[in-house]
């Protein structure tokens, strides 16, 4: 069965330092892998995707993730974050050849403190 | 258009009461899901539409439960008898451009509608 983990349930950090806010991915078939954002209150904001190609991607307001096939994983960064990067991160994958509805992870609470 | 609506965006209902929530998707999208997110979990799956066909549903989509998609545009979920436990946000996603290449597999997210049964 697909599962999505996020090994992180809070990530408390200083505003300016980096964070990785860590994903990993069950499926050994092609699998697309998606970061989402989702700010109080508000519905889920696409931040960045994996479909194929470079295994580093960069997606909106700075944030990058890695696609690590041999260890499943699929790991959010931001080198300097903003007190505005608070918000609740989810990590979820689609299959290539079923109908692309998304698994998800539990997500990952970012607290970043002044 | 300006993405994915939902309406209403917040319900609260007494259980027993039937509710009926509406999803408007992207113009040119020809797949439709509902999602539910309870507090602190990330979503689940509920139903998928391609076009006007629901071609799958969730376990958690009991017999409760019902979605439709008339005419492949906008998309109802209607939950009879609310019970307690369906309280939760119920979001509603599109994708796929009629006629691209379904590697665009984005989806877009509205708002959600957030019930709460009491």
């Known amino acids: 069965a697909q599962s999505v983990t996020q090994l992180d349930s809070q990530v408390p950090v200083f505003e300016e330092a980096p964070v990785e806010l860590r994903c990993n991915y069950s499926?050994?078939?092609?699998?697309?892998l998606f970061w989402y954002v989702q700010y109080p209150n508000q519905g889920l904001q696409l931040l960045l995707k994996?479909?194929?190609?470079s295994t580093l991607v960069k997606g909106i307001n700075g944030f990058e993730a890695e696609f690590n096939k041999s260890q499943t994983s699929f790991h959010l960064r931001k080198p300097s974050v903003h007190i505005s990067d608070t918000a609740e991160y989810f990590c979820?994958?689609?299959?290539?050849?079923?109908?692309?509805?998304?698994?998800w992870g539990l997500g990952t609470s970012l607290a970043v403190n002044p | 258009d300006t993405g994915v609506s939902q309406d209403p965006r917040h319900k609260i209902t007494k259980r027993g009461q039937n509710v009926t929530f509406r999803c408007d998707p992207i113009?040119?999208?020809?797949?439709l899901y509902w999602y539910r997110q309870t507090l602190g979990q990330g979503p689940e799956f509920l139903t998928y539409?391609?076009?006007?066909?629901?071609?799958?549903k969730s376990r958690l989509l009991s017999d409760r439960f019902s979605a439709e998609r008339p005419k492949g545009s906008f998309s109802t979920l209607e939950i009879q008898r609310t019970e307690q436990g369906d309280s939760a946000m119920y979001l509603c996603?599109?994708?796929?451009?009629?006629?691209?290449?379904?590697?665009?597999?984005?989806?877009?997210f509205g708002q959600g509608t957030r019930l709460t049964v009491v």
């Open positions: 979820a994958e689609a299959h290539a050849g079923n109908n692309r509805k998304l698994i």
């Open positions: 996603a599109s994708s796929s451009p009629t006629g691209r290449p379904t590697l665009n597999t984005e989806a877009f």
């Open positions: 499926s050994s078939v092609s699998v697309y």
């Open positions: 113009s040119e999208h020809n797949r």
């Open positions: 994996y479909l194929s190609g």
């Open positions: 539409f391609q076009n006007e066909a629901q071609l799958e």
